[in-house]
């Protein structure tokens, strides 16, 4: 009865499920070395895009990874353009993070598509850019980056 007990507590510590997409960041994405570990560049992210307007989503620390709803990115267009911002927060050497982040946005709407085959990097200087840019310099100047 012992042992059952302990294979039960080690089959759920070792639970594969993850809370991030099954996707990866689009090629244009953001990249940064940051001297943290994943989970305090979550939760600085967290606490920057927070004091910023767009709403936080989902953000797992456990796992490295941050999302926001879709929000109205102001721009130079006529309308706005509606934007989702996402950080993926990777184990690098131990004490710092390989950090990812993308802003999308979606051009059409198709129910018969999924969500993710209709978003698109948003432009380079765009709202949604300049935004994802400005995350990335929040996260290096609090924790510090790795020059490679």
């Not at 989970?39 to 456990?62: C, N, Y």
């Amino acid at each position: 009865m012992r042992r059952a007990g302990f294979l039960v507590v080690v089959l759920t510590a070792c639970n594969p499920a993850t809370t991030r997409p099954s996707f990866a960041p689009y090629p244009e994405a953001l990249h940064a070395v940051i001297n943290a570990p994943p989970a305090r560049v979550t939760e600085e992210a967290r606490t920057w895009l927070a004091a910023q307007g767009p709403t936080v989503q989902h953000a797992s620390p456990i796992d490295g990874f941050l999302e926001t709803g879709w929000y109205n990115a102001a721009d130079s267009g006529v309308a706005p353009v509606r934007v989702k911002i996402r950080l993926w927060a990777d184990p690098d050497v131990p004490g710092k993070s390989r950090v990812t982040v993308e802003a999308v946005y979606r051009p059409i709407e198709d129910p018969t598509r999924t969500p993710r085959d209709l978003e698109r990097a948003v432009p380079e200087g765009s709202a949604g850019q300049r935004l994802a840019e400005r995350l990335m310099k929040a996260l290096s100047e609090k924790l510090g980056t790795t020059k490679g």
